[in-house]
């Protein structure tokens, strides 16, 4: 069974970052895979040169066991969340997103959406060796997206967000898992083609 962790990393109460993360692992969980979900409103994480807290060593050790991430953050003053950055800064170094595929996931009030905090996201990510997906999801106009429950009410953003989920699945399976068997058979740890030798 596939492992994959989701993280909303705004501690904003009643944000929407967390009801667009909610459909993505909707998705994830119809498609039988064992999601394990962190919320930054429930986080106690310290600044870079402490000890890690229990929640980083927590975080850690989940994304560690992981096949992929999926990070979502709000756009705030044209960049991604602040305590989206704390929570990179959490992971350790070297980062345990090295080598991890990694979706995004962007919201936002105005017009056009998250595109800014997630180039700037992808960038990051991408620095501490995360393998990011082509096609990260930003969600505009995100406040008619969603209703007072938190459901989805727009076709297209939902959509996009179960595509998403369905994204990064398909490269864990095409990408991911045939480069860690060829790896493998390269160590010696598996030679199937010396079977009939």
């Known amino acids: 069974m596939r492992k994959i962790v989701c993280i909303s990393g ?13 459909v993505v692992v909707a998705e994830l969980e119809k498609q039988g895979v064992e999601v394990a979900s962190f919320d930054a409103r429930e986080l106690s994480l310290d600044f870079p040169g402490g000890p890690p807290t229990e929640d980083a060593v927590s975080l850690q050790a989940a994304v560690r066991e992981a096949d992929g991430v999926v990070l979502a953050t709000p756009e705030y003053h044209g960049g991604f969340a602040a305590m989206t950055k704390l929570i990179l800064e959490n992971m350790g170094f070297p980062s345990e ?31 501490i060796g995360a393998l990011v997906l082509p096609g990260s999801v930003s969600v505009a106009g995100v406040r008619a997206a969603f209703d007072a429950e938190g459901n989805c009410t727009d076709e297209g953003v939902e959509d996009s967000l179960r595509g998403l989920a369905g994204a990064l699945l398909e490269f864990i399976q095409d990408y991911v898992c045939p480069k860690h068997t060829l790896e493998a058979m390269v160590r010696g740890e598996d030679r199937p083609w010396t079977a009939a030798v």
Do not use: F, W
């Not at 705004?10 to 909610?22: F, G, I, Q, V």
């Open 97 to 127: 997103l090295k080598g991890m595929p990694i979706a995004l996931v962007g919201v936002a009030a105005g017009r056009i959406g998250a595109i800014k905090s997630l180039e700037q996201l992808r960038g990051v990510c991408s620095h």
């Open 10 to 22: 705004t501690s904003r109460p009643d944000n929407y970052t967390s009801k667009a993360l909610a």
